[in-house]
């Protein structure tokens, strides 16, 4: 089963810093990734989506790559507010076993004023 | 606008009642799914589904069964439930090989 590994567990900066969430999985066999944002108690709200053929997607501030051959996606946070605090989802969808994603646990992130 | 509703935010029940979670799409998607999300443990799939009445088991589908009579509703079935499956539980949505969207999530406390 594809594992999905994220690192840090937790992160605290300050603002303004630009700042780099990491996601390894064990099986480069993927259809695509997606990186999601979870605020507490609530549900996931989706970043952005690479597709196994692309390297990478951009969105505003936010910058993910995919590197599928090392089994590694980052997620780039540039000029980091407040308002970035949250938790941050990598889940992969495996090309072999169907539809569902397999998430990681999540890097916890804390911007400070 | 992307929209996944989930028919309540907290819920709680007694052991041995049978629980209905109910999640609906606007977007026309094909496929929805049912996440559990625990602390220490993170999101687990419990069912999902290709097609109206059409369903596959998750990973932990043990203790649950789904119902998908119309496109838009999958319905989360809690046959007797348990202490342990006090969670918070979340429906997603999707296009074959596209994006998944999620609802807010619904809050179950068994007792």
């Known amino acids: 089963k594809q594992e999905v590994t994220q690192i840090p567990a937790a992160l605290s900066v300050p603002e303004g810093e630009n700042l780099v969430l990491n996601c390894s999985f064990t099986?480069?066999?993927?259809?695509?990734l997606q990186w999601f944002r979870q605020d507490p108690g609530k549900g996931l709200t989706s970043l952005l989506l690479i597709q196994s053929s692309q390297r990478e997607q951009t969105s505003g501030r936010l910058n993910a790559s995919l590197d599928k051959s090392s089994g590694r996606s980052t997620l780039y946070i540039a000029a980091s507010q407040p308002g970035d605090s949250a938790t941050y989802l990598c889940a992969v969808r495996p090309s072999n076993s169907g539809y569902a994603l397999n998430f990681g646990k999540g890097t916890s992130l804390l911007v400070t004023p | 606008d992307v929209k996944v509703t989930q028919s309540s935010r907290y819920l709680v029940k007694r052991t041995g009642e049978k629980v209905f979670l109910e999640c609906v799409q606007d977007?026309?998607?094909?496929?929805m799914f049912w996440y559990r999300q625990d602390p220490g443990l993170g999101l687990r799939l419990i069912y999902f589904?290709?097609?109206?009445?059409?369903?596959e088991k998750g990973d932990i589908p043990e203790g649950y069964s789904v119902s998908r009579e119309k496109k838009e509703r999958f319905s989360l079935i809690l046959e007797s439930a348990s202490t342990n499956q006090t969670s918070m539980y979340l429906c997603?949505?999707?296009?074959?090989?596209?994006?998944?969207?999620f609802g807010p999530g619904t809050r179950l406390t068994v007792t």
């Open positions: 997603a949505s999707s296009f074959t090989g596209n994006e998944q969207y």
């Open positions: 977007m026309d998607h094909e496929n």
């Open positions: 589904s290709y097609d109206v009445k059409m369903k």
């Open positions: 099986d480069s066999a993927i259809y695509n």
